[in-house]
């Protein structure tokens, strides 16, 4: 979100090269800010993994095959990139010698590149191998040098209260907050950066954002796929670790927020976790946990959860959650604001939904099939960014009745192609701007509010893949006609169920 876009000659360091990660999100960002000239000659990176048998040609080779997966053409400029700015260093199985050797080669290509000692350290790396990589940087004296250095932690960041206080601990040791970003890629979004743009920049809107004008915010994030491949990760930990307590947390908070003082890194993070700190305890009877079963995805049989390779047989690992948090402050007590997210939904959609309240009294009751449906804002944050207005009008003709259309507004048509989060997120990374990034307090403020729920979960019901979710959940949509709403760009409203 900085307006700043000058990026210093740095090293970036990426523990964990040869992951998933690196492969599909960082290498392709990078790729992409440094052919857009956002970033100076002078800035390297260095892979860094436990692989002993790759040296730099070979990490330059699988670098290549990673961006033409991405869709960049092996062109001079890729590979020009890549032989001039990618190096990589072993660092066998993390003991203090593969640190040590880490840094002499940190201090290697600085000095032969005269960069200033400027540094970023990516934990591109399983949550079982933050602590001892932590603990080697710092030993190594890799958290300070002549320059800066900024330390990237991806989520899930803890498990628990008591697992991310102590994470927290643990990197306090040897890093300050101020060089600590922790990532959480949909804050990189666009219009999730827009939704703060929206509010505090229109009137119009931010003056119903209240109690008085809102009946309730739901906010849905919903996937087709199931466990892709992460199986062995996710039955341990489920869809409250993997999604509710960062995403949809995170989503809420900006929905929520005060009007910050001012538009910067603290201001903003100031009232998002003034946010959780204010939502109420969450009851059993506000949750509802669910397990995908075998069903149909556009017409393609796909098997249950307890069926996916790697899942361990029995299995209650929750797939699907939908939950009510009520916000107990003057603009929102009294106003529920729905969380739903799941894997094998009908369709891949984040949503975020804001229903306000009908007219107190409606002068149109003596017509025949005329009610007053709420008018509703939705913010699409993927796919087909953009915003929708639905609102109601008179039909043509006789009978006299309404009908809902929209006003709408599309990224992609009004700004052509939008910058992939990552991009937007390093780029903040590189210049020191940590609005889009999560603060201690907040990461233990979520866990505050969700590790009972861990401890004591409700019963997980079953839900065919290709719905919307357990029946169990229409509990909560008494006012939404018991169905999850989600609007199409044809402005049609498909039903939950």
Same mark, same amino acid.
């Given at each position: ?369 005329? +009610? ?19 609102? +109601? ?105």
């Amino acid at each position: 979100m900085t307006s700043n876009n000058r990026v210093a000659p740095h090293l970036f360091v990426v523990l964990g090269a040869t992951g998933d990660l690196m492969r599909r999100k960082l290498l392709p960002a990078l790729f992409h800010l440094a052919a857009q000239g956002l970033l100076k000659e002078a800035s390297l990176i260095l892979g860094a993994a436990r692989k002993t048998d790759l040296g730099d040609v070979g990490f330059r080779a699988q670098a290549r095959e990673a961006l033409a997966a991405a869709g960049f053409s092996a062109d001079d400029l890729a590979g020009h990139w890549c032989d001039e700015c990618l190096f990589y260093q072993p660092i066998g199985l993390g003991e203090a010698e593969g640190y040590q050797a880490l840094a002499a080669r940190i201090a290697e290509l600085e000095q032969a590149h005269h960069l200033p000692g400027n540094r970023v350290f990516y934990l591109a790396l399983p949550p079982a191998a933050l602590a001892s990589t932590i603990v080697g940087l710092g030993e190594a004296g890799l958290n300070r040098s002549t320059g800066w250095s900024r330390l990237v932690v991806e989520k899930p960041f803890g498990r628990d209260l008591v697992s991310a206080q102590d994470l927290n601990r643990l990197l306090h040791r040897y890093f300050d907050e101020s060089q600590i970003y922790r990532i959480d890629h949909y804050l990189g979004k666009e219009t999730v950066q827009n939704l703060l743009v929206f509010r505090f920049a229109n009137a119009l809107f931010e003056s119903v954002w209240n109690r008085d004008r809102v009946k309730r915010v739901q906010i849905t994030v919903a996937e087709e796929v199931g466990t892709g491949g992460r199986a062995g990760y996710y039955d341990g930990v489920g869809v409250i670790r993997d999604m509710v307590q960062n995403h949809l947390t995170q989503l809420l908070m900006l929905a929520a927020m005060e009007v910050p003082t001012g538009f910067d890194a603290e201001a903003i993070r100031g009232e998002k976790v003034k946010v959780l700190r204010q939502i109420e305890p969450i009851r059993p009877e506000d949750v509802v946990l669910g397990q995908y079963t075998a069903g149909q995805i556009d017409h393609r049989e796909v098997p249950g959860y307890r069926d996916e390779p790697g899942v361990a047989p029995g299995s209650t690992t929750e797939t699907f959650a939908a939950l009510r948090l009520q916000v107990e402050n003057w603009r929102w007590q009294g106003v529920p604001f729905y969380l739903c997210t799941g894997k094998r939904l009908p369709r891949r959609l984040t949503q975020i939904e804001v229903a306000f309240r009908c007219p107190p009294v409606s002068v149109f009751r003596p017509f025949f099939r005329c +009610e007053i449906d709420s008018n509703v804002l939705v913010i699409t944050l993927q796919p087909d960014e953009g915003f929708d207005l639905c609102f +109601e009008v008179k039909a043509p003709g006789e009978p006299f009745s309404l009908q809902t259309h929209r006003l709408h507004f599309r990224y992609s048509e009004a700004f052509g192609r939008l910058p992939d989060a990552y991009e937007t997120l390093l780029l903040d990374l590189l210049t020191g701007d940590q609005t889009l990034f999560v603060h201690a307090d907040e990461v233990e403020a979520a866990w505050r509010l969700y590790t009972p729920l861990l401890e004591h979960r409700p019963s997980v019901h079953p839900y065919a893949a290709g719905t919307w979710g357990p029946l169990a959940a229409e509990h909560f949509l008494g006012d939404m006609g018991g169905s999850w709403r989600v609007v199409t760009r044809a402005g049609k409203e498909a039903d939950g169920r």
